[in-house]
Structure formats: structure tokens, C-alpha cells
């Protein structure tokens, strides 16, 4: 009687350790010909350390940690009153140049051209008094009626005279053809340099207000209204909306139901009755051992492959690492495409 006992505890016992071998096998990657391929991965969102970039007292944080954002969402500000001012004198630079290139394209005024022949006019007379008086004194000088020191001042005057005189021909020609090509050049360059400077102030007074760059959920605040904060510090850390998606390996037998593109279906362990659909976004080319913290009901140091399953329409049920199960479809026979 105990030996059929025993016999039948053996194929009770050989039938558990069947079924459980059976059982482990269907969570296993499965890479046979038509069979669905069953991946266990983990929930990955991507965070994004929000900073200024540009330095300053943070004069507001508006949103706490758990609150969600939207993309342009202005979600932290810094006292602009510094970039302010010098927004202002960058501006106030930008004038002077306008009005100083303007001055130059427009040239003189009718008024200070006339000044400009009248004193031509002014010059030449002078150039005809001296040389009546080098004139004069040139004949007198021979007869010794005046001396030869008051001939030689005839002459520096009439030197003198001339030379006004075609400096002042000079400033009336200038004058009516206007700057030369050279100076209006300098002062539109001028222009140019001041209107960059107020562009870059103008960017330092928008950089005082931190925006979301998508939509997402603040996780942390990291500083508070009165710090001050250096450029490039971050104020806010948030996850991303989108993309989610799942980090999973699959051996190297299973890569044929891996192709990117591929549709999946992700189960969570908290509602598996409201699965997820996905699709293969990548399948990375080089091999490597299996992570310790992939959540396979079997872990062995085998040679996988990582695959990032995007999912389609996430919502606030998919966590940061948590673990999902990834069922992908039988692949499509090559001769059936």
C-alpha cells in the first residue's frame, strides 16, 4: 500500500513540476512561428531639470509640486528690474545711432552750406587785399621804400590768405557732396552693434521668465521665491507628458517579432483589464547582459537585446519605473506581404 502511495505521489509531483514547467515557458520570450512574443519591462518617463539662463533673485515659483503644466506655461520668474535698466540704456543707445547715421546720409543743412561759400567769399576777398598789398609793396621794395621786412610780411600774408581760402573751398565742397561713403559706413556699423546689444538685453529680460517646454507634472521645486539662483541652477524638475514608453530586453532568438514598428499591447499590474497600445520605436544594435532589475518570472545572465516600446496614449496610470508586461503580435510571414 505505501509503495502506491509513493508511486503516486511521484506522478502527482512529476505532473506539478510539468505544469509549472509548462506555465514558466508561456512567460518566457517566446520566439516561435506564430506565437505571441511576451516581454516584461518597466515604465519610462523622461524628467527635465528646469533653469534660468541667466542669473538673478527668484521673485516667484507658481506652481507646486503635482501640478500639472502646459507647453509656454510660465511656471517660475526672476527680478528682471536689472535687465530692465539696461534694456532701457541699450535702447536709449540705439536712438543716438539712428539719429547719428541719419545725420550723416541726410548731409549739411542748406543753411550751413551758404555759411560755407560765405566764407569762400570772406577768404577770397582776403586773398585780393594781400595780393594787392604784396603787389604794391613788391614795386616799393625795389626803390627802398619800404624795407625788405614788410615785403617779406606782404608775402607770409599772402601765403597765409590762399591757404584759408582752399581750406575753405575744401569745407564747401564737402559740404554740398555730403559724408563720405566711409563715415556713413562706421555709423550704420555703429547701428548695427547697438541694436544687437539691445537684442541680447531684450533676450535676458525674456530669460527672467522660466517656461515649460511641454506639457508635464512638477515633481520637485528645488528653490524658493528670494533665492538667488545662478544661470544654468535648477529651479524645477518635471516630467514629460510624452513620450512614455518601456524599457524591455529580448533575447537574441525573439528579435524577429521586434522589428520597429511593430504593435504592442502593455499590461499593468494595477488594471490589466485596461491594457495600453504601443508600438516598437527601437531595438538597440548591440548586445549586452541581462539587467538585474528586469522583472522576468526567469533571470539569467543571457546575451539581450533593449527594445523602447513607445506607448501611444499615456495617462497618469503609467509611473516612472513601474513594471508593465509587453505582448507583441505573431510576425507577418514574408511571403504574406
Known amino acids: 500500500m505505501s509503495k502506491k502511495i509513493l508511486i503516486g ?16 515557458q ?11 512574443l511576451v516581454l516584461y519591462g518597466n515604465v519610462e518617463i523622461r524628467q527635465v531639470e528646469l533653469a534660468f539662463r541667466v542669473s538673478g533673485r527668484l521673485e516667484e515659483v507658481m506652481f507646486e509640486e503635482g501640478d500639472a503644466v ?21 535702447q536709449a543707445e ?7 547715421l541719419s545725420r550723416l546720409e541726410a548731409g549739411l543743412r542748406p543753411a550751413e552750406i551758404d555759411r560755407a561759400r560765405a566764407r569762400v567769399a570772406e577768404f577770397e576777398a582776403g586773398v585780393n587785399m594781400a595780393q594787392q598789398n604784396y603787389d604794391r609793396r613788391a614795386v616799393l621794395v625795389q626803390s627802398g621804400a619800404v624795407s625788405r621786412q614788410v615785403f617779406d610780411e606782404s608775402v607770409a600774408a599772402l601765403r597765409v590768405a590762399n591757404e584759408r581760402l582752399a581750406a575753405a573751398r575744401e569745407d564747401l565742397s564737402i559740404a554740398i557732396e555730403g559724408f563720405r561713403n566711409e563715415e556713413i559706413a562706421a ?36 528653490n524658493e521665491r528670494g533665492s538667488i539662483v545662478q544661470a ?3 529651479v524645477l524638475i518635471m516630467a514629460l507628458t510624452r513620450p512614455v514608453w518601456i524599457r524591455a530586453y529580448v533575447e537574441e532568438p525573439a528579435l524577429g517579432h521586434v522589428a520597429p514598428g511593430a504593435l504592442a499591447e502593455i499590461i499593468t499590474d494595477s488594471d490589466p483589464d485596461h491594457p495600453y497600445q504601443g508600438q516598437v520605436g527601437f531595438v538597440s544594435p548591440v ?10 518570472p526567469d533571470l539569467r545572465s543571457d546575451l539581450v537585446y533593449q527594445v523602447r516600446i513607445i506607448v501611444d496614449a499615456p495617462d497618469d496610470g503609467l509611473r516612472q519605473g513601474m513594471p508593465v508586461t509587453v505582448r507583441l503580435a505573431p510576425p507577418t510571414k514574408r511571403g504574406d506581404q
Open 70 to 90: 502646459t507647453t509656454n506655461d510660465i511656471v517660475a520668474r526672476l527680478d528682471a528690474t536689472p535687465y530692465s535698466d539696461a534694456l532701457k540704456v541699450a
Open 9 to 24: 505521489t511521484v506522478v502527482i509531483a512529476l505532473i506539478a513540476i510539468g505544469g509549472f514547467f509548462l506555465v514558466s
Open 287 to 296: 548586445a549586452e547582459f541581462t539587467p538585474r532589475t528586469v522583472e522576468t
Open 187 to 222: 555709423a550704420s556699423a555703429g547701428l548695427q552693434a547697438a541694436e544687437a546689444g539691445a537684442v541680447s538685453v531684450q533676450t535676458k529680460v525674456n530669460d527672467a521668465n522660466l517656461v515649460a517646454p511641454s506639457d508635464g507634472t512638477i515633481l520637485s521645486r528645488i
Open 94 to 100: 540705439v536712438a543716438m545711432r539712428v539719429a547719428e
Open 26 to 36: 508561456t512567460g518566457r520570450l517566446s520566439s516561435g512561428e506564430g506565437k505571441e
Open 232 to 234: 544654468g541652477e535648477p
